[in-house]
């Protein structure tokens, strides 16, 4: 027999509710960027039957008190309790066991429904008592989602949506890589004003200036991997490390991954990159993510010339484009970009402009595909 729901907590005010999902918000970016699992926060709030705190009329336990913070807590990464089991640790750890009956769970992401490392969240929440949870974006993966049904089967008050916009920007591409099943893909290119990556020699070293590069060694170090072609390897023989602005490594670098049918030369500078490279030799780049993704690995910076980048865009795996622009004109055949499977104007591939950053002299344009809204029509019964 499914569980009588108890009555429904007071609710907290909604103005409550959003500075504890700041508060969130502010505890997850404590986490890991990189990585396999999101960066969560979790901040317990007392509800109107908490059991713990002082027996006054001022109380946290008090019909009338206004909401205040009892517990906090955010994932530190792949092994390690999750948000809200570290919250609710700590809450015991402070005010003893029992601590979370009838309060309020305000958390960044859906409390996962599944056990993988640790435990299901889900579970947590009902076995600590909490009688509402409030959450921001729902949890798209196939084996993790399904938390906000389990509490509401459970008897608990479950509200979704609080911050969704703000949180889903700062999720980002996890919540891409959980909802395909990839990395979240970001192809990079550095172009004069008329759309040359290279002048008709094929040097490129260098199109923009100093500033705009050292942003891209930035946008490196925050990936978990770095893909580029064959073709750039044996042209270029790139290091694909991430630096400063003296030259010096950054504390995080990506994983090299050289996707391509031709043998990468024992001397090249990729096999001496502080992580180990990975090789495809394949052109199948769906595969290629794929593999990439039962790594762990949920961002992909592609950083491969033309013939890789054009690749990416018409197999439609594309999430984020940086286009650096430099004034300044090449001319010639060495175009930024290749065939991208485009053969008439109506078959463009348009996209939404994300924001602009000026670089020094040079523009960097953040844009996304475009998202084609669809109508369908549904027969009556």
């Not at 700062?170 to 192809?187: E, H, M, S, Y």
């Not at 290119?189 to 040097?203: F, K, T, V």
């Not at 991954?257 to 090789?279: E, K, S």
Request: charged fraction near 20%; glycine fraction near 12%; hydrophobic fraction near 45%.
């Amino acid at each position: 027999m499914a569980p009588v729901a108890a009555p429904a907590p007071e609710a907290a005010p909604d103005a409550v509710l959003e500075t504890a999902m700041r508060r969130a918000l502010m505890l997850a970016a404590n986490g890991p960027a990189t990585g396999v699992n999101p960066r969560v926060g979790c901040v317990i709030l007392s509800g109107p039957n908490t059991t713990s705190g002082p027996n006054t009329a001022s109380g946290p336990n008090s019909a009338n008190a206004e909401p205040i913070v009892l517990a906090e807590g955010w994932h530190r990464g792949s092994g390690t309790p999750h948000a809200e089991v570290d919250a609710l640790s700590n809450l015991v750890a402070r005010l003893g066991p029992g601590a979370a009956r009838g309060a309020t769970a305000v958390v960044t992401l859906e409390p996962c429904n599944h056990t993988g490392r640790t435990g299901p969240c889900a579970e947590a929440l009902i076995a600590a008592g909490i009688a509402r949870v409030v959450y921001a974006v729902a949890d798209p993966g196939s084996h993790s989602s399904g938390g906000a049904e389990t509490l509401r089967a459970a008897g608990i008050t479950v509200q979704g949506g609080l911050l969704a916009r703000e949180s889903t920007d700062f999720l980002g591409d996890w919540l891409v890589a959980a909802r395909l099943g990839r990395p979240f893909v970001t192809v990079k290119w550095a172009a004069s004003l008329d759309g040359r990556a290279a002048a008709r020699d094929g040097s490129s070293q260098w199109i923009t200036g100093g500033p705009a590069r050292l942003d891209v060694h930035r946008r490196r170090g925050a990936a978990d991997a770095i893909v580029v072609g064959t073709g750039t390897v044996l042209a270029d023989d790139p290091s694909l490390t991430a630096r400063d602005a003296a030259g010096d490594l950054l504390p995080a670098q990506p994983i090299p991954v050289v996707v391509g049918r031709r043998a990468t030369p024992d001397a090249a500078a990729v096999r001496r990159h502080p992580q180990p490279a990975l090789f495809y030799a394949t052109d199948d780049l769906a595969a290629v993510l794929a593999d990439l993704a039962t790594r762990g690995i949920r961002s992909a910076f592609v950083e491969g010339g033309p013939t890789l980048a054009s690749a990416f865009v018409a197999a439609g795996l594309v999430d984020e484009y940086l286009v650096y622009l430099a004034p300044t004109l090449l001319g010639g055949p060495r175009l930024a970009l290749g065939d991208i499977g485009v053969d008439t104007i109506s078959g463009q591939r348009r996209l939404t402009i994300d924001h602009l950053e000026r670089l020094g002299d040079d523009v960097l344009i953040v844009a996304r595909p475009r998202i084609v809204a669809t109508t369908s029509t549904t027969k009556g019964a």
